[in-house]
């Protein structure tokens, strides 16, 4: 079983839309939780840190439930730009030694 | 300020070549990291450098990897010999010592290797 799963999609998703990505991790002493957003042939980028309050940034919305080890993000009225892939990534050892990456799940976002 | 940069961006090698991949992380940052991405699979760890110091080196597939970072400034990345499998995009990363329990790495666009 890997140690972080996502759906890998792809997502294809009108402009406008609200659509849902969800990840969840085996290990059960992760401490640290992240969304990474890659572009095509780019490097990865954080998008945002998730909080076990749940975090907003603007149209982004992350959530965390430590008891299921599931970790969401939402993106409301999407943008051709959110096209890319979003990739879920904990941090284990509790520093940021050793993060541990999803394999993405790929979104496009169509006009 | 610069990005991290990695060099070369794409290198195409024979099976036993030798192959040696460079970055040079964000100036200051202390902590470097070397990640790769075979076809199809998660970017997975490969080490981590404190300065010039290996931190934490668990993620390396084997002694035909080996990963210098004199100085405490660029690193390198060596694959001598290459074999088919390594094929892949290795990915160099930074932090600054403060931002080190932030989760943000910084990466570089990545050294995309294919050994034929």
């Known amino acids: 079983r890997k140690e972080v799963e996502q759906d890998p999609g792809p997502f294809n998703v009108p402009e406008g839309a609200t659509v849902a990505f969800n990840c969840t991790y085996s290990n059960s002493a992760s401490q640290s939780f992240f969304w990474y957003r890659q572009d095509c042939r780019k490097e990865p980028k954080l998008l945002m840190s998730?909080?076990?309050s749940g975090n907003e940034d603007g149209r982004f919305t992350a959530q965390l439930n430590r008891a299921s080890q599931y970790i969401s993000l939402l993106i409301r009225d999407s943008k051709l730009s959110d096209s890319a892939t979003y990739l879920c990534?904990?941090?284990?050892?509790?520093?940021?030694?050793?993060?541990?990456f999803g394999s993405g799940t790929q979104l496009t976002v169509l006009p | 300020e610069a990005g991290v940069t990695q060099f070369p961006s794409h290198s195409v090698i024979e099976k036993g070549q030798t192959v040696t991949l460079r970055c040079d992380p964000i100036s200051g940052h202390d902590n470097l990291y070397w990640y790769r991405r075979v076809m199809g699979k998660e970017i997975k760890f490969l080490l981590h450098?404190?300065?010039?110091?290996?931190?934490?080196e668990s993620g390396m597939p084997n002694n035909r990897f080996l990963a210098e970072r004199t100085g405490g400034t660029y690193s390198t990345l060596k694959v001598q010999p290459a074999e088919l499998e390594d094929s892949g995009v290795y990915f160099c990363?930074?932090?600054?010592?403060?931002?080190?329990?932030?989760?943000?790495?910084?990466f570089g666009e990545g050294s995309r290797l294919t050994v034929l």
């Open positions: 990363a930074s932090s600054p010592r403060q931002g080190s329990h932030t989760g943000e790495l910084f």
């Open positions: 998730v909080y076990s």
């Open positions: 450098f404190v300065k010039e110091s290996k931190q934490d």
């Open positions: 990534v904990v941090n284990i050892e509790g520093s940021a030694r050793q993060l541990t």
